[in-house]
């Protein structure tokens, strides 16, 4: 079976293909039915990072356009709608009806439309005499944005809507709450769709995720309890999942504050945590008076898919190899030009009557053949030139080593090398909110900070010119919950000897020829250590003993019966495949460790005559996908909100 990112495709596919057999036309020479595609801002976010115009195209998309935005007439086109059923959108549809824009219409509601609205589309139908235009209507439950084959969130980081700032402020109402609450409830209930099964649903007691936790078993219980519209019949768990059920792990935010704080030091996290990076798209600056590029970073481009999640300053070195490669190759084409006689002159020409035509022939098809995909590769490598540079200018800007390898040791219990009000005295050091950055992650990780202390330090910030609200929030955060004991203790256990190391500076990068200039840059290498979500997940997957796995509650939709009171009989076997959750946001850095720990899990295996269906799988979502900056402004709107308060 694909992945989650094949899945939501394939969904996406089927709906654009209008045969009649849903999507199963294998034969490539037929030719697409062109049609228009109109969309809704959420529509445009999911369907973003998954297909790209010239995939629309040949999917026979010769028109996409935002629902609200003025439309001209197509009197024979179908039109094939992709949004959600709210009172606005549905509005307008049916304006469009009335219109008579389009030849005929196919609806796609993102998540399920009520009785009322489509009440509402038939009166609009009837009204304008188009009901028999309206070919089909369809609840397509794919309510959630997949970025990555295995990882996903809810919204973009421009909508705030179920962001950690809405879920945590004060000044939340019940009604906003519960609204908040299920809308996560059913995004994850439309992944569960999508994936086709049921999960067996484990969260800690006591906050927002077990709020979900509790509203998603319901809501899995009374769809599996009507059987006749159940959307999940035996037939739906297709591949992996007709083998195993899967575990969801809901976790809330606060079981890890430091992480989403956390200087990087990977490829894809670094990237998103000092350049405008969102919906798998880059923007880097190249310079004064001229245009921003932007680039696609996705499953195609295999330099990424394979660097993504490695060190800094391997992927540089991994660049440069990769250019040498290239200059390599075209440096082969050129000898070649002289070797087949093509240069002119007599030592050509002599060379030419010893050839025989048929080598000239096949070397020349050879390298004609070659030349596309070496082009490409060439595009591809000179991108990622340029976006390494980028990030090495703000990591030498930044000094974002120094503070890496300090947040390093402080996350993971080890004895600091330098005291931290030494890195952010120093006006050479990062930004203002890099410095803000170590502080608060120093603060989360120390179990006793003392007032003296913390006034020390709070000065010294504010000198650097640091706005301390989020401070002043996250002091409140952890006075109110004894959560900072078990950060602690999650990070020190997590981590043991988790630090890095300085090795020598870049042996082959240093030479001024090389395109890397990392002179003043530490190569450090990463220990390996699972931040606390992926020890959370390890010890539920692999059903160990321990804190995680005997307080965490256990919901099991499948079970009918017995939840009043009863205990629910619980699977005793490890789980093969996990989905996390984190209800408060996420982050890449997350995203990377648990990718790390599952190979680590699977390297075993890989060799072995092992089924596919028994290596380890871990889909990672959340309800908002942020960079530090965006949590730290986050954070900082709380604080502002206590102290205008109080």
Not at 27 to 50: A, C
Not at 70 to 88: G, H, K, Q, W
Not at 480 to 486: L, P, V
Not at 560 to 568: D, P, S
Request: glycine share 6%; net charge negative.
């Amino acid at each position: 079976m694909g992945s989650l990112r094949d899945r939501q495709v394939e969904a996406l596919k089927a709906m654009l293909t209008l045969d009649s057999a849903g999507g199963a036309v294998k034969n490539n020479n037929v030719e697409p039915s062109w049609k228009v595609l109109v969309y809704d801002k959420t529509g445009q976010d999911i369907l973003g990072p998954l297909l790209s115009v010239k995939e629309l195209r040949e999917l026979g998309v010769t028109l996409h356009l935002l629902l609200h935005s003025t439309r001209d007439t197509i009197p024979d086109a179908p039109a094939v709608y992709f949004c959600l059923p709210s009172d606005e959108n549905i509005q307008r549809i049916c304006q469009d009806l009335s219109s008579q824009l389009y030849g005929s219409y196919y609806y796609n509601f993102i998540s399920p439309v009520s009785r009322t609205k489509l009440e509402d589309l038939a009166t609009a139908a009837l009204q304008a005499g188009s009901e028999n235009l309206v070919q089909k209507l369809f609840d397509q439950y794919t309510n959630f944005i997949c970025l990555e084959s295995e990882m996903f969130c809810l919204k973009q980081p421009r909508d705030s809507s179920i962001s950690y700032y809405s879920l945590n402020k004060g000044s939340v109402n019940d009604t906003e709450m519960e609204d908040m609450l299920t809308t996560i409830t059913d995004s994850l209930f439309a992944l569960c769709v999508t994936l086709g099964t049921v999960p067996i649903i484990r969260c800690p007691s006591g906050n927002a995720a077990e709020a979900v936790a509790a509203k998603l078993d319901k809501k899995l219980r009374d769809n599996l309890r009507d059987a006749r519209n159940s959307l999940f019949s035996d037939g739906t768990s297709t591949g992996r999942y007709s083998f195993h059920r899967p575990v969801l792990v809901l976790v809330d935010r606060a079981v890890d504050m430091a992480t989403p704080l956390h200087h990087t030091w990977t490829y894809q996290a670094l990237a998103h945590d000092v350049l405008p990076y969102n919906q798998n798209r880059v923007t880097v600056s190249a310079g004064e008076m001229k245009k921003d590029k932007v680039f696609e970073l996705d499953q195609k481009d295999a330099f990424w898919v394979e660097h993504k999640g490695s060190p800094f300053p391997q992927v540089a070195e991994a660049i440069q190899e990769a250019l040498e490669q290239i200059k390599g190759k075209e440096e082969e084409i050129k000898s070649m030009k002289s070797e087949l006689g093509l240069g002119g002159g007599e030592a050509e020409e002599n060379m030419l009557s010893n050839l025989s035509l048929t080598d000239n022939t096949a070397r020349l098809t050879n390298a004609v053949s070659s030349l596309p995909e070496l082009l490409e590769k060439k595009r591809l490598i000179d991108m990622h030139c340029s976006l390494a540079t980028s990030v090495l200018d703000c990591i030498k800007l930044r000094r974002l080593d120094v503070f890496f390898e300090l947040e390093e040791k402080i996350m993971s219990g080890t004895t600091l090398d330098k005291s931290i009000m030494e890195v952010l005295s120093d006006p050479q050091n990062g930004t203002p909110m890099d410095k803000l950055r170590l502080f608060l992650i120093y603060f989360l990780c120390t179990p006793a900070v003392s007032d003296a202390e913390y006034d020390q330090y709070a000065g010294a910030l504010q000198a650097g010119g640091c706005d301390l609200a989020a401070l002043t929030y996250l002091r409140r955060w952890r006075s109110f919950t004894m959560i900072g004991n078990k950060n602690l203790e999650l990070n020190q256990a997590g981590g043991q000897g988790g630090t890095t190391k300085a090795v020598s500076m870049f042996s082959s990068l240093i030479s001024q020829s090389s395109n890397f200039v990392m002179a003043g840059v530490k190569n450090l290498v990463v220990k390996k250590h699972n931040l606390p979500v992926t020890k959370i997940v390890d010890d539920i997957m692999e059903q160990k003993q321990g804190k995680f796995n005997d307080e965490y509650k256990y919901l099991d939709p499948k079970i009918l019966r017995g939840n009043e009171g009863g205990q629910i009989p619980r699977t005793k076997t490890p789980f093969s495949d996990a989905i996390v959750f984190v209800v408060g946001g996420g982050n890449y850095i997350e995203y990377q460790n648990l990718q790390d720990y599952v190979k680590t899990k699977n390297m075993g295996y890989t060799n072995s005559a092992m089924s596919p269906a028994s290596l380890r799988r871990v889909v990672y979502g959340c309800t908002q996908l942020t960079n530090s900056d965006q949590f730290l402004s986050q954070l900082t709107m709380l604080g502002k909100e206590i102290s205008g308060e109080s």
